[in-house]
């Protein structure tokens, strides 16, 4: 099995940066994946990691360290729209039903 | 289509009786997968479908909930005799299941936009 941990909620500022972190326990781990889901809405892909070290994308970074089992999603120049829930997702082949995710972090945005 | 296709978008039913959910996946994706989504939660892992190997029922909660897919293409889940806990988004992705299929095929879940159900 896996677990897939990450904060519950989280709040920042309009401008500033943000980082949400993931952990996670697997035995056959083929990728780390970031979805964002507005309230309402479907989760969209923003963000793959499969290899150790940082993803850039615009605003959006991401980060992976497999030996610790750990990973990051950074945003930075935050704005009112990045409010949403941010979800970790875990490939693991030792497992046929390989895509497994955390409960998100709900992320708020002030002004 | 071009995307990830799901019916109803909502549903309203009686507790005991059955829902039937439909999703029709991305042309040519292999992999398609069922969530239940609670208001203010995370998504809950239900099944698997992967080509034409076994799916994965292993997120099933009950045997109240079953799933088919014809081939590659549409799936439909069903929920028998629903109780009020049944109420939720049930939320069906599609992707290549890119592990092991090339550099840049990261295989993301691509997802349609739910079907809320609400069991009175």
């Known amino acids: 099995g896996q677990n897939i941990d990450q904060p519950t909620e989280m709040t920042a500022t309009e401008g500033a940066i943000v980082q949400i972190n993931c952990t996670y326990q697997?035995?056959?781990?083929?990728?780390l994946f970031w979805y964002q889901q507005h309230a309402g809405e479907a989760p969209t892909f923003l963000s793959y990691n499969v290899l150790d070290g940082l993803e850039e994308k615009g605003r959006f970074s991401s980060f992976l360290s497999r030996s610790k089992g750990y990973s990051y999603l950074l945003l930075k120049e935050l704005q009112m729209k990045d409010s949403a829930s941010y979800l970790c997702a875990v490939r693991d082949l030792s497992s046929l039903g390989d895509m497994r995710f955390g409960a998100g972090t709900r992320l708020t945005v002030k002004p | 289509g071009a995307g990830v296709s799901q019916s109803p978008s909502n549903k309203v039913t009686e507790k005991g009786k059955d829902v039937e959910l439909r999703c029709d996946p991305i042309?040519?994706?292999?992999?398609l997968y069922w969530y239940r989504q609670r208001l203010g939660q995370g998504l809950e892992f239900l099944i698997y479908f992967q080509g034409n190997s076994a799916p994965d029922k292993s997120g099933l909660p009950s045997d109240r909930f079953s799933a088919e897919r014809t081939g590659e293409s549409v799936s439909t889940l069903t929920i028998q005799r629903t109780q009020q806990e049944d109420s939720a988004v049930y939320l069906c992705?599609?992707?290549?299941?890119?592990?092991?299929?090339?550099?840049?095929?990261?295989?993301?879940?691509?997802f349609g936009e739910g079907s809320r159900l609400t069991v009175l």
């Open positions: 697997t035995s056959g781990f083929n990728g």
């Open positions: 992705a599609s992707s290549t299941r890119g592990a092991g299929a090339g550099w840049g095929n990261t295989g993301e879940l691509f």
């Open positions: 042309s040519g994706h292999t992999a």
